[in-house]
């Protein structure tokens, strides 16, 4: 079919590109029209940088609870996870106060320059975090990492955009999945590296750095990551479109007058575009189909960041309140088992489910099977021994894997409801929304485990049976939003990518062609 292309349409493209040569996002572009196979190292990339911003948020887990134990601020053990919470939520208020400015500035500065001050900020503020010996101090450090990173949303956009359509879903999913993994391999980090006088005194004496900081060491393994990661990203190609004398609009008019072949005229053609390019320039306020996904994120965000404050605070306590009496090293253990399960569910199940039932599909499966899952943690604490691990590690596994089923799905619609010069500001306002949910999250579960725990004799839903019944209650409502009439699906409204367009004048399909990258 290549050979029966207009070679005037071709040599205007050839020329359209010639013209945008110094445009970073247009060279991309141009990579992906010529190389229809999956740009392996950037998703790598994308996957490195993910980590990094993911890790500082659960690597302090296993050790929240110790950590303000020896802050000495909550007067009886049963307060301890109440303020724990507090810690908790100080790196999402920071992020949430952030989120759209770091999407603005993305979307005019570029994505990459937002990623390296991400990862610096992950460097310096989280090895602070270790040097922490107080618990305002330690709330102050988290804020500041939130505040000055904005890693997550641009990393959202960029997957999207450096990927070609037909691994959208691939594209988004690594992003998922390394934060997924991220979440796993934070509180293994954290499980067996803080305290490491206690557990390693050969290696470790009392009186040494690590004895004195004794959550110094897992948090300083973390910045050498971030540092990496920083590095990383310098090879990271920019996707963000700049063109110092053509604005997106008139590029969008040039594509229109190249769709007039094959027998389109002009004036069909600027009405038809008419049609496909409002989304790019309305309110993302007024686009509900981003909007009502970003609710439904929040939703699931907010029981997914409860879950996983609970979930460790609830192992590491005592059995006396109802908790599993875990060390760090048990709970790390437990969830670096999880990771390797979320790992390979994503990288081989996740893109081909995706296709053959779509990703709201996906959401609402993953949200009615997280509910009876949840229900059964109650039981699982009763049991003990060789039980017990079996039975606690296959349910965490299931729970992480459906969580970022559920997370992805509703990603990849944020992405498909705008277009590129809005998608940074689209998941900056995703990413600020979430965050005040998940500023709620950690705080609540946190004070949510202190009462029940202080209520074991009660004779309606007593002690842990109270917050895994909360718990579902946010999944249920996550779930009915995901039902019409609340969440709209984006219309394939928007305008496309060259590669697309190209792909589809192959086949003399008239469509209008676009500079913007879009799923």
Known sequence: MGNNRDPLLHKREEEKYESFEDCPGCKVDLLKRSDSSLPVKAVFYISIVTLCAALPISSLFPFLYFMVRDFHIADREEDISYYAGFVGSSLMLGRALTSILWGVIADRYGRK???????ITVVIFNALFGLSTNFWMAIILRFLMGSL??????????????????????GISAVSTSWGIGLVIGPVIGGY??????????????????????????????????????????????TLHKH?????????????????????????????????????????????????????YCVFQLHDIAYLEIFSLWA???????????????????????????????????????????????????AVLSIPLLASYPCIAL????????????????????????????????????????????????????????TIGPAAG??????????????????????????????????????????????????KSKNDSADQSENGIQETLSLTELP
């Open 193 to 238: 590296l803080a305290q490491p006088a206690e557990k390693y005194p050969g290696v470790f004496s009392k009186d040494s750095l690590f004895g004195r900081f004794p959550y110094l060491l897992p948090c300083l393994m973390i910045s050498l990551l971030a540092l990496v990661a920083t590095v990383v990203s310098f090879w990271l190609p920019e």
């Open 113 to 119: 320059p937002v990623v390296i001050i991400g990862t």
């Open 316 to 366: 590491v306590s005592p059995r006396t309140l109802g908790g599993l009496s875990f060390t760090t090293t048990d709970v790390g253990q437990v969830l670096a088992i999880t990771g390797v399960g979320l790992l390979l569910f994503q990288l081989f199940a996740y893109p081909l489910v995706e296709r053959i039932v779509g990703p709201v599909m996906i959401s609402r499966v993953g």
């Open 446 to 495: 946190g004070s949510l485990l202190s009462w029940a725990q202080r209520r074991q004799d009660a004779d309606i839903l007593p002690g842990d049976q109270l917050v895994f019944f909360v718990l579902n209650v946010i999944e249920l409502l996550g779930l009915l939003l995901t039902f019409r009439p609340f969440l709209q699906e984006p219309e394939d409204n928007i305008p």
């Open 149 to 170: 990173c904005g890693i997550i949303g641009t990393m959202r956009a960029y997957a999207s955009e450096i990927c070609r359509k037909e691994y959208h879903a691939l």
């Open 244 to 296: 110092n004398n053509t604005n997106k609009d008139q590029s969008d008019l040039y594509d229109v007058a190249e769709g007039t072949t094959n027998g389109l005229n002009l004036s069909e053609s600027m009405k038809h575009s008419e049609r496909r390019i409002p989304n790019s320039h309305k309110s993302l306020l007024k686009n509900w189909p981003l909007v009502s996904a970003i609710i439904v």
């Open 383 to 438: 049991l003990s021994g060789f039980c017990l691990s079996i039975a606690l590690n296959c349910a965490s596994m299931l729970k992480n894997v459906l969580s970022v089923s559920i997370t992805t799905g509703l990603l990849i619609m944020q992405n498909r409801a705008v277009a590129q010069e809005q998608r940074g500001a689209a998941n900056g306002l995703s990413m600020c929304s979430m965050s005040f949910f998940k």
